[in-house]
């Protein structure tokens, strides 16, 4: 089985690809102007935001980065696009030939580039009676068209890579994870020789579920002998099935020509500069390399919070990283939420101190969750003198002896005896002694007595 992607996003820009029209959602039909309905006399002028994040993303992807480039014009008659063609990108790509690695998988990348979006047509009324509304307030929202080569081989795989690229881009160019800019993707699959095309899948549980069908039916069609038709298919969210659609045009159908409004750029140079963040995934593989951490933790640490991961790092400046995992997933974890929300410097500080007292025996387990759970909380933890502590682990120990002699006499031959001051120990300290440091202490004030 082999599965290739054309996956389509939104770049998070306030305006147009080729005008000054706003991307936000609005009452239909209010974010339009001449330019972005192809009006004769407008002329289209190259949003360069939109450039930068398609540059970010085709260099993320490992690709060949062309220096000249140029857009071009994808003729094409549909109610949703009012000038009759779309302005794309056909001869010179963002970029070519990369590829990404989704866990430890090299998926091919063709190529990457920018285009703009078409309208968007909304059919309504009783079935037989329907009117087609069009809002053209998409018309020349950018998109960035990612288009894979057909190396995923199970639909799950395909919902995987979208995944864990969406994470990635949203990171990298701050991709939104609005139902506007959710992924969009054209999905080619062939389980025998011929591929079949579904179109404008959107969401990536409706991915996976539209090619878990084509599986299921082409594999039944060959089963019974039958010959797979090369054709474009729809994808019905209700009835999760797929429909043959309407024919696709072939390349030469389209009649490609350079868009003469914009002309050519030179990219080379800008490109080559930008300088890439560093994303989540890429992000958790350092810090398993880094710090000797297994894959699992490192992703679970990055995905959780990158605020989280930077604290693992700066505790690991002091700490020995497999020693700060267990505390980072243990109590950090659990008031996470509390915390994320008033993290600063200060707070990162107490919880630096407890975590380092905690690991250097300063004070038990217990003392630390219950720190970590006051200071998610908003106290402020005072990290208590261990002599006095432990003074007070001495005070009540004797106390129970002093107040029960038959204790003292029995644990001279029945060492079980002993075990019933731990209750009382744990209750009248409120828990802040774990049991075998109560049961040595014990241990300790019966051998001084006579």
């Known amino acids: 089985m082999k599965i290739g992607l054309e996956m389509h996003f939104q770049l998070p820009t306030k305006s147009k690809l080729f005008c000054s029209c706003s991307t936000e959602g609005a009452e239909p039909n209010s974010h339009i102007c001449p330019t972005c309905l192809g009006f004769p006399g407008s002329r289209p002028s190259l949003n360069r935001q939109a450039l930068e994040y398609g540059l970010m993303i085709t260099k993320f992807l490992n690709c060949e980065l062309h220096d000249r480039i140029w857009f071009s014009r994808k003729t094409y008659f549909y109610p949703d696009l009012p000038k009759n063609f779309q302005i794309t990108m056909y001869e010179s790509p963002l970029g070519e ?6 866990n430890g998988k090299r998926i091919g990348i063709w190529r990457v580039h920018i285009e703009e979006d078409p309208g968007r047509i909304k059919r309504v009324g009783r079935s037989g009676e329907e009117v087609s509304l069009i809002d053209y307030n998409r018309s ?6 990612i288009v894979s080569a057909p190396d995923m081989s199970s639909p799950a795989e395909a919902r995987d890579f979208v995944a864990e690229l969406l994470v990635e881009l949203r990171h990298l160019v701050g991709l939104s994870a609005s139902d ?85 750029y030179n990219v080379g140079e800008f490109a080559r500069g930008i300088v890439l963040p560093e994303t989540p995934v890429r992000r958790a593989y350092r810090l398993q390399s880094q710090y000797g951490i297994s894959a699992v933790t490192a992703k679970q640490i990055v995905m959780t919070s990158w605020g989280m991961a930077d604290l693992f790092e700066h505790l690991c400046l002091r700490l020995e990283p497999e020693k700060v995992v267990p505390k980072l997933l243990g109590p950090i974890t659990s008031n996470w939420t509390a915390i ?30 219950r720190a970590i759970a006051t200071i998610a909380g908003g106290g402020n933890h005072v990290v208590e003198d261990r002599v006095l502590v432990e003074d007070e682990l001495v005070r009540s120990v004797n106390e129970f002896l002093d107040a ?47």
Do not use: W
């Open 97 to 102: 030939h990369g590829h990404y690695m989704l």
């Open 140 to 145: 020349g929202v950018p998109l960035v068209e």
């Open 180 to 264: 506007e800019q959710v992924a969009r993707c054209d999905a080619n699959i062939s389980v025998g020789e011929e591929r079949v095309e579904v179109k404008n899948i959107l969401g990536l549980k409706n991915l996976e579920r539209a090619l878990n069908y084509e599986v299921s039916r082409q594999t039944k069609m060959l089963s019974a002998g039958k010959e797979i038709i090369r054709e474009t298919r729809a994808f019905d969210e209700e009835r999760k099935v797929t429909m043959p659609a309407r024919k696709k045009e072939m390349e030469e159908e389209y009649g490609y020509i350079g868009e003469p409004d914009l002309g050519e």
């Open 340 to 369: 994320e929300q008033r993290l600063d410097d200060h707070l990162r500080s107490q919880i630096c101190r407890v975590i380092e007292d905690d690991i250097n025996g300063k004070i038990t387990d217990s003392e630390a969750r």
């Open 404 to 450: 029960h002699p038959e204790t003292v006499r029995d644990a001279k031959t029945n060492p079980k005896a002993a075990n019933s001051v731990i209750g009382h120990v744990m209750k009248a300290t409120k828990g802040k002694f774990q049991s075998k440091e109560i049961v040595e202490a014990v241990r300790r004030e019966l051998e001084k007595r006579p």
